[in-house]
């Protein structure tokens, strides 16, 4: 497999180093000076990122800045990618931890909001900084990993809470860091006996694909059950290189789900969701959740109604196999947790029947 758009910059680059996942780190596009290099940049646009860059930072995988369209304003990818003068707009309902992260979390790292899991951030770093990160306060501004001591309040932490039986690795992205850190952690996870799943979030299968190696694999199923959740948004990021990555996982056993975030001008219509749905059920990806926008500090431009969202789940309930339906969810501001939000199918219900909506709209009654 090669890369996708040529990319003059990196015209001569091995394939041995196109997919070692290091060299795609190391090579990461950080600054309007590089960008240029693989972008036609008005001398607006340019200041505009040069702008971005003074409040969010920018990292672009080579891998994924080949996806990108060159031809089209609006490419879905470069949208996720490419900083937007937009970001610096602050809207006044915002916030940069709308969801109180922070005052859920009883040791650094750790966000306990339900009773039987929580959710352990590793690391602030991430392999491409997404435009539209709700974490953004922390991933888009500093690097940050869990050290030895911050490591050991952690699981301290789940150790002596017994009604943890689920933990979710995440961050920024836990998979940035060495096979040898990951497993240090997931080892520890593993020898707690109420921890029954670990979980871990990624998207590196879409914007680092090579980071899924047999080595990575091999570490991760002596420690089942292990699930992944990715995080595709658009068709166009399922690539050969893509699909191989998430073929790779779900060979070593490990169920993947993808969890999207709705976003306007990227995904805010039914074919768009549509194909993509349907792409990562071929691909044996489970559709898990799609997101309400938060509201972040700098993603204003990115949200969509909450309407938008719902008539999307209308029309593909019941069209579409329902593995291939994601359940529809706004994280609660303030903390609330995941509320789904969903068409409305009961029309009336009492100790009699019920009267229900189906997926074309017609009336039917339970007894
Ligand atoms: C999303 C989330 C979880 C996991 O929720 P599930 O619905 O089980 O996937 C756990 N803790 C926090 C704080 C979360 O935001
Ligand atoms: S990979 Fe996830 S945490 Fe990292 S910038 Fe993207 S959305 Fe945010």
Request: with cysteine; glycine share 6%.
């Amino acid at each position: 497999m090669r890369k996708y758009t040529e990319i003059n910059l990196w015209k001569n680059v091995s394939p041995r180093d196109w997919n070692d996942w290091k060299w795609q780190l190391r090579n990461r596009i950080t600054a309007v000076e590089q960008l240029k290099h693989v972008l036609d940049l008005s001398e607006s646009e340019q200041k505009d990122v040069g702008l971005c860059l003074k409040r969010f930072r920018m990292a672009i995988t080579p891998y994924y800045a080949t996806l990108i369209d060159s031809a089209n304003p609006h490419c879905p990818i470069k949208a996720q990618c490419v900083p937007s003068i937009n970001e610096l707009i602050q809207k006044p309902d915002e916030k940069a931890d709308p969801l109180n992260e922070d005052l859920f979390s009883p040791v650094p790292g750790i966000v306990h909001r339900y009773p039987d899991r929580v959710l352990f951030l590793i690391t602030y770093k991430c392999s491409m900084y997404c435009r539209h990160c709700t974490r953004r306060r922390m991933v888009g501004e500093e690097d940050f990993s869990v050290d030895k001591a911050g490591l050991d309040r952690a699981l301290e932490y789940i150790r002596s809470n017994k009604s943890i039986r689920d933990v979710l690795l995440s961050g920024g992205d836990p998979f940035v860091m060495p096979d040898s850190y990951l497993e240090g952690i997931i080892s520890r996870l593993r020898a707690i006996p109420h921890v029954e799943v670990i979980r871990i979030g990624t998207r590196t299968p879409v914007v680092l694909p090579m980071r899924i190696t047999d080595g990575l694999l091999g570490m991760l199923r002596k420690y089942h059950p292990i699930w992944i959740n990715t995080h595709f948004n658009h068709p166009d990021e399922i690539t050969p290189y893509s699909l191989q990555a998430c073929q790779k996982i779900v060979d070593a056993g490990i169920p993947l789900g993808n969890q999207s975030v709705l976003l306007k001008g990227i995904n805010d219509n039914v074919d768009v969701q549509k194909e993509l749905l349907l792409k990562l059920v071929k691909a044996r990806v489970r559709p898990y959740y799609l997101y309400q926008c938060d509201p972040s500090q700098g993603i204003g431009h990115f949200r969509t109604p909450v309407k938008t969202g719902v008539d999307i789940i209308k029309h593909l309930r019941g069209y579409i196999s329902g593995y291939a339906v994601p359940t529809f969810v706004i994280d609660a501001p303030g903390g609330g947790g995941k509320v789904p939000i969903n068409p409305e199918y009961v029309i009336n219900m009492d100790d009699e029947k019920v009267v229900m909506r189906n997926y074309k709209g017609d009336i039917y009654v339970y007894p």
